[in-house]
């Protein structure tokens, strides 16, 4: 059975709280556990995608050779499976003053690919303390 937490919105929306608690501050069980059915406002979140990036999305690609790609997320590419979903998100960057498309490994984001360009520079003086370059 779901419960608020089970929702999609359940940071912002704060409607458990009113449905959970009577006005003695005593707990109504059948809205603690059954939320899907007694709220209008509950979307479980075990039936959304959570993709690792969305179009539009400004990434930065921290290279081996230490040069920083400022890179705009063109497409995400979904691809379910019964036993996995895999996402393939598509960039383009600026090359040389040519646009260049590359493929983005989701679980790299964070790694060598980040959504801010401090992150970025943070890594790559890392990896050169390493002499990792």
């Given at each position: 059975?779901?419960?608020?937490?089970?929702?999609?919105?359940?940071?912002?929306?704060g409607?458990?709280?009113?449905?959970?608690?009577?006005a003695?501050?005593s707990?109504?069980?059948?809205?603690?556990?059954?939320?899907?059915?007694?709220?209008?406002?509950?979307?479980?979140?075990?039936?959304?995608l959570?993709?690792?990036c969305?179009?539009g999305?400004?990434?930065?690609?921290?290279?081996?050779?230490?040069?920083?790609?400022?890179?705009?997320?063109?497409y995400?590419?979904?691809?379910?499976?019964?036993?996995?979903?895999?996402?393939?998100c598509?960039?383009?960057?600026?090359?040389?003053?040519?646009?260049?498309q590359?493929?983005?490994?989701?679980?790299?984001?964070?790694?060598?690919?980040?959504?801010?360009?401090?992150?970025?520079?943070?890594v790559?003086?890392?990896?050169?303390?390493?002499?990792e370059?």
């Amino acid at each position: 059975m779901a419960t608020c937490k089970d929702c999609l919105s359940h940071d912002v929306c704060g409607k458990c709280k009113t449905l959970a608690i009577t006005a003695d501050n005593s707990i109504k069980a059948e809205y603690r556990n059954d939320v899907e059915k007694h709220c209008d406002s509950f979307k479980d979140e075990k039936h959304h995608l959570k993709v690792p990036c969305v179009v539009g999305d400004t990434l930065y690609w921290a290279t081996n050779s230490g040069f920083i790609h400022k890179l705009t997320v063109t497409y995400v590419d979904i691809k379910l499976r019964k036993e996995e979903t895999e996402f393939d998100c598509w960039a383009v960057f600026d090359l040389d003053g040519r646009p260049c498309q590359m493929a983005v490994i989701p679980s790299k984001i964070g790694e060598i690919y980040f959504f801010n360009l401090e992150d970025a520079q943070k890594v790559l003086k890392e990896r050169e303390s390493r002499n990792e370059m």
